[in-house]
């Protein structure tokens, strides 16, 4: 292991502060994928520990020095988590719990997988406890289960499976693959919760597309995303290249692509394509924007980025019901945002997302194609529509104009026309550009009236008509037809006229 025991800890002080904690009776061991990584020589701020004893004054103890925040996660197994941030801002985690057994090593054999089955007493961080040869199998990429029933002790471990031999390229060897696909009907006993915590790590992980390919290949999908079996084989009409199924996949893979390339530091190899440099060129300066925009969270648990591939895994998943024909024969899916987005929601509360990531998700995906019709009708977005645009979506316009592009480049994949990719990148620029750097002028203008002026000005009573009056001034603002109070006031005026005149003409022309 090339990475010092010191090195692996994301505080400098916390090696230290565990050996003073630990003594004869309560001993502290570092376990699992923290050694795993140090030995692929990759770096992680996400530390395991197993405590013979005491798991709680631990726990306490480390998070009082360290100043971060403690969370109990299972009282039964005494299972606590600090989190806190690195001098540098950097987040980390660190889980405490109590071992099973009664010595490391029987803690270690009943654990998932070999390479995950090491320890480190941090009384002793020069010796490597590896009952079963994890560094072996590490050493020659080899996925292997500790014991021929780890995956009915616990079948959540069919998906680690999947993340692990994803995430790292390793093989799952024959026995271990066998004993897998036996134990995938298991996981209807899986809690949702932890079944929603593995998959956000797989889509927060690389590789999702290959992921998803892995889990259909096991008969996994069926238990944790029903909804997406369904996709298979439904053809459709040019340009679209795949079916609905391969076209979800190559979703993802492409919005992986994107976000390489612009939520991330630059990297001139993946921008080696004519298609990824010309969105470079057209996206590449907001990318401190999208930096900031994908480091927020609406869970503390889970990431924006793993939502919004949540979301490209269902954007298309209505289609299957919403397909049709028209007179002249040609296929249609009209209306399958709307399904798609019904059935991201029943998905999404079937593993328990917070609210927020169910409204933030039904955003990204109802209102998906918006782009695309612009795209379609070679229009240039004007100050009107770019208002109502993030009026709809707000922040999650960000997460549709990325999702747009991969789905794009999903539709099209060898035959994308350069001036549709173009179009495209145009119009997201201009959106981007306004979500970014003109909130004032067109996003959200400082309001030229409120209700109590109108009422005052005009008088008028408290009521839904307000509402509509203030809603309309702001978007004549944004859309630069009026900019100070006395413009506001007359088309106030102008407008109640209208919609007097349209009530005595029994309301056809009510807005």
């Not at 005494?78 to 071992?99: A, K, W």
């Not at 007493?121 to 996925?143: N, T």
């Amino acid at each position: 292991m090339l990475i010092t025991f010191e090195a692996l800890f994301p505080v400098p002080a916390l090696p230290q502060l565990l050996r003073r904690l630990s003594h004869a009776n309560r001993r502290i061991f570092l376990v699992g994928g923290i050694l795993r990584d140090a030995l692929l020589e990759k770096h992680s701020h996400d530390l395991d520990f197993v405590v013979t004893q005491d798991v709680h004054t631990i726990a306490r103890a480390v998070a009082d020095t360290l100043g971060a925040a403690l969370y109990r996660m299972d009282e039964e197994h005494e299972t606590y988590r600090v989190l806190g941030h690195t001098s540098s801002g950097q987040s980390f985690t660190l889980d405490f719990s109590r071992m099973r057994g009664l010595s490391i090593e029987q803690d270690l054999r009943a654990r998932d997988f070999t390479i995950n089955a090491l320890a480190i007493d941090v009384s002793q961080p020069e010796i490597l406890i590896d009952p079963l040869k994890g560094a072996l199998d590490i050493r020659e990429k080899h996925l292997r289960v500790c014991a021929n029933t780890a995956f009915l002790d616990d079948p959540l471990r069919v998906l680690r499976g999947v993340r692990l031999a994803n995430a790292l390229k390793f093989r799952l060897l024959p026995e271990t693959l066998t004993l897998l696909q036996q134990a995938v009907p298991r996981l209807e006993q899986v809690s949702a919760e932890r079944k929603r915590d593995e998959l956000f790590r797989i889509l927060e992980g690389p590789d999702v597309k290959t992921a998803f390919q892995l889990m259909d290949h096991l008969g996994i999908l069926p238990f944790i995303l029903p909804e997406l079996t369904k996709l298979k084989r439904v053809s459709q009409p040019q340009p679209h290249v795949f079916d609905v199924w391969q076209h979800t996949l190559s979703t993802l893979d492409y919005l992986e692509r994107l976000f390489g390339l612009l939520v991330a530091e630059y990297e001139e190899d993946k921008a080696a394509s004519l298609t990824m440099g010309t969105a470079t060129l057209y996206l590449g300066r907001f990318r401190d924007a999208f930096m900031s925009h994908f480091s927020a969270r609406l869970n503390p648990n889970r990431s924006l980025k793993a939502l919004l591939f949540f979301t490209a895994a269902y954007h298309d998943s209505g289609k299957p019901a919403a397909a049709g024909l028209h007179p002249n024969g040609r296929l249609h899916f009209i209306g399958h945002e709307r399904i798609s987005s019904e059935y991201f929601q029943t998905r999404a509360r079937a593993l328990a997302l917070s609210n927020d990531e169910i409204a933030y998700g039904d955003k990204v995906i109802r209102h998906h194609m918006r782009i695309h019709h612009l795209v379609n009708a070679q229009q240039s977005p004007t100050r009107r529509a770019i208002y109502r645009f993030f009026r709809d979506v707000g922040s999650a316009g960000v997460d549709i104009c990325l999702l747009s592009l991969a789905d794009t480049l999903a539709t099209y994949h060898t035959t994308l026309p350069q001036d549709v990719w173009a179009r495209e990148l145009l119009i997201c620029q201009q959106f981007l550009e306004a979500w970014w750097y003109q909130q004032e002028n067109i996003i959200q203008p400082p309001p030229l009236l409120r209700g109590d002026d109108l009422m005052a000005y005009l008088g008028l009573k408290p009521g839904p008509m307000i509402g509509k009056l203030l809603e309309a001034i702001r978007e004549a603002q944004a859309s630069g037809d009026i900019e100070n109070r006395e413009e506001a006031l007359h088309l106030a005026r102008t407008l109640i006229a209208n919609w007097n005149d349209s009530a005595l003409d029994g309301g056809r022309n009510e807005p």
